[in-house]
């Protein structure tokens, strides 16, 4: 594919944050035993498990601002590739699926075995 543009991330941004998971019973009061509330239906819980470096977010909306990917903020790992480039030295294609940071990380390692 001739003269793909580029996009570079170093990759110590390539993972994701991992945030706490509050748990409560429906009354609002906290349990500190996950199991208790496993066992009984009576509990609520929030949760925001991964995020993204800001170096990483700052490319994914490079990418989507100059029409490369079409983002799907609802969904993880779903944002398409809808014009070719690379990152990294690593080529998506037009129809790809556009990963967080996680799974680039995984795809660059792979790629160099």
Known sequence: MPNL??????EKYLGSGRFDIEFT????NPIDD???ILKNNEHTWKETPWINSQSFNHL???????????????LINCD??????KVNGYLFEVGDHFVCASALRILLENAKT
């Open 25 to 28: 019973t429906l009354t609002g």
């Open 80 to 85: 398409e590739v809808i014009k070719s480039f």
């Open 34 to 36: 996950v199991s208790t």
């Open 60 to 74: 994914r909306d490079e990418l989507e601002e100059n029409g490369y990917i079409e983002c799907n903020r609802r």
């Open 5 to 10: 543009k580029e996009f570079t991330i170093d």
